[in-house]
């Protein structure tokens, strides 16, 4: 694993918004194409095999939760537990998620977290990073089958879903649309009839209990870009648990629990020592002198503290400040030059598919950090 530095292409944002890629350069520089992340196969396979086995991990400790009622453990809205019952249960399909992990190439990757409700950097993984590959190499390779396994995926759910139309939702922001209007365009080309709806325009009608869209049509499949851990704290979200049709959400309930970092915490009582996972408890650092201190539920790095000896020395401001919290083994990120990069590693459909780079200038993944793309030399 190495960074290269890179001229980027000329007229490269032209490039991107053509390619309907417009938060490019939100909150300052965040495409940033002047380096890159050149691995080679054995790396590639590293990280591939340890997101293959990370993810299995996962689902043991799903089970684990459920049968062991752990959700106050993970601090899970405690309305949630009907609907995650239900779709763990009834084996509702995961479409995808994120393991960010740390690597440098000469140790294990170790997992940090895992993103599997809402996961960012989709789009900039797949189609973006993979244009800029085109542009700049004919010769190498990507590890990216992203678009491949997601059509694959949808087509291979035809028959779970129930109706003729899944809907996509999102709020209404350019990285939330784009990702959601990625995954809709995706579904549209395995067969599957789709539509897109704002979440603030999805009724409901009360007299038959069941979520309504634009043309007052029942919702029987809906894909959420919105978090469940908000939306089961609104009247809307309340309103799924006496939803009469019973409507197919994807990501399901049941990855709420891969959504609270505590898991980290179980994955460790679960598999103590495994290569790809570092110390992580629940309450305090236990013997830990070197450790980060992470909210339940924080977003993009938000009131994350590292320290060091005991003592700290890195932390991001957010309003996570008052949740619960768990305490991970601090694994030094590889610095290049100031850049602390974080690999997040796909899975679609189960399966690991690909990576995307975010570096920052600090040790924490934040929403100032950049995605930096890669490619395999062959």
């Known amino acids: 694993m190495e960074r290269i530095k890179i001229k980027p292409r000329h007229n490269y944002i032209k490039k991107l918004e053509k390619i309907s890629f417009n938060f490019h350069s939100t909150n300052g520089l965040y495409w940033d194409e002047s380096a890159y992340y050149k691995f080679n196969l054995f790396e590639i396979n590293e990280i591939e095999e340890a997101t293959n086995k990370l993810y299995e991990m996962c689902l043991t400790a799903v089970q684990h939760v459920i049968d062991n009622d752990l959700f106050d453990k993970l601090n899970i809205n405690r309305n949630l537990i009907p609907l995650i019952l239900r779709s763990w249960e009834n084996d509702e399909p995961s479409i995808y998620g994120r393991f960010d992990l740390a690597y440098d190439g000469l140790r294990p990757p170790k997992m940090l977290e895992f993103n599997g409700d809402t996961p960012g950097t989709l ?95 029942t919702i029987f499949n809906i894909f959420k870009l919105y978090p469940w851990e908000w939306l089961i704290q609104e009247n809307f979200g309340m309103n799924i648990v006496k939803d009469s049709a019973e409507s197919k959400w994807i990501e399901p309930a049941w990855k709420v629990i891969l959504s609270s970092k505590g898991i980290l915490a179980i994955l460790w009582e679960l598999f103590p020592h495994n290569q790809y996972l570092l110390p992580a408890y629940f309450d305090d650092p236990h013997d830990m002198y070197n450790y980060v201190k992470k909210p339940f539920f924080s977003r993009e790095g938000a009131n994350i503290t590292i320290f060091r000896n005991g003592i700290q020395t890195t932390t991001v401001d957010g309003e996570y400040d008052e949740e619960e919290y768990v305490y991970q083994e601090l694994f030094e990120l590889p610095n290049w030059d100031g850049n602390f990069p974080v690999i997040g590693s796909w899975v679609i459909g189960n399966e690991s598919c690909g990576i995307g780079i975010r570096e920052n200038n600090l040790e924490i993944t934040d929403n100032s950090s950049r995605f930096i793309p890669h490619l395999i030399k062959i």
Do not use: C, P
């Not at 973006?128 to 059509?151: A, C, G, P, T, Y």
């Not at 922001?173 to 709806?197: F, P, Q, R």
């Open 123 to 217: 789009y900039e993984s797949s189609i973006v990073q993979h244009k800029w590959l085109e542009d700049v190499s004919i010769r190498d390779k990507q590890f990216n089958s992203i678009q491949e396994k997601l059509m694959g995926y949808w087509y291979r759910l035809l028959d779970y879903l129930k109706g003729e139309t899944l809907h996509f939702t999102s709020v209404d922001s350019d990285e939330d649309v784009t990702i959601t209007k990625y995954l809709m365009d995706t579904a549209t080309k395995a067969g599957i009839a789709t539509k897109y709806i704002g979440i603030q325009d999805i009724g409901w009608d009360d007299k038959n209990n069941e979520f309504v869209g634009l043309n007052n049509e």
